[in-house]
């Protein structure tokens, strides 16, 4: 049994390995921008919504309502990066019951890409927002002290997401594999639909995650705190 696409060699060109992981994450890209493409072709005001094209605002509508929840403020900027993401892995997980087809979410390297994209958005969007002496500013609160510890959090963030994502993928291939071994013709059902609702969950919470982290960057400072003045 393989329990990531990483093992399985789908061809080989120029002499490089393409493995499952990455054939399979061009799937989902081009079914994500083909989908998008073929629904707002004819996307202008005088034309009236279709159903597909009705369907796709309301995902980006709760898309956009959630964070705002969580941003507090203006979420369009976020909205690309942190959508994007939920609906790549949303989709990666979902084609879980295409028989045959082994999630790129359910491979370490892919958890670790897309942890890493967060890691670098957090600085560049905190860049963006404050500029770079207010990002810098933020590993040194509320005292010097903290800088280390503040270094650290920050790496430890992208590791984290790496392996909650990969950690709760492959702990449902180990429990569904292990189930199919006991009982094969009922199990499957049972466990293609907890696969469904745990992808769903997880592109969420590392959806979620990635959008605190970035808003945590950008927030501006609370005026009801006492700021410090230097003395002479």
């Known amino acids: 049994m393989q329990l990531t696409p990483d093992d399985i060699v789908v061809f080989t060109l120029a002499g490089w390995k393409i493995n499952a992981t990455i054939v399979n994450t061009w799937i989902v890209m081009a079914l994500l921008v083909g989908v998008s493409m073929l629904v707002t072709r004819n996307l202008r005001a005088d034309v009236p919504p279709n159903r597909w094209r009705t369907a796709l605002e309301v995902i980006v509508k709760m898309i956009q309502g959630q964070i705002e929840e969580v941003a507090r403020s203006s979420a369009r900027h976020v909205m ?27 491979s370490l390297s892919t958890t670790v890409a897309l942890a890493l994209s967060v890691l670098v958005a957090v600085p560049v969007f905190g860049i963006a927002t404050g500029g770079v002496g207010s990002y810098l500013k933020t590993f040194v609160q509320p005292s010097v002290i903290m800088l280390p510890f503040n270094i650290i959090g920050e790496f430890s963030r992208g590791i984290s997401l790496a392996i909650r994502l ?67």
């Open 166 to 232: 990969y950690g709760n993928i492959m702990s449902g291939a180990v429990i569904a594999a292990i189930l199919l071994t006991v009982a094969p013709f009922f199990f499957p059902v049972v466990m293609d639909l907890l696969g469904l609702l745990t992808g769903m969950i997880q592109a969420y919470i590392f959806a979620m995650l990635a959008t605190v982290y970035i808003s945590s960057a950008t927030a501006e400072p609370d005026p009801s705190l006492p700021k410090h003045e230097d003395k002479p």
């Open 80 to 106: 690309y990066f942190s959508g994007t993401l939920f609906l790549f892995i949303a989709l990666s997980n979902l084609m879980l019951v295409i028989p045959g087809f082994s999630p790129p979410t359910s």
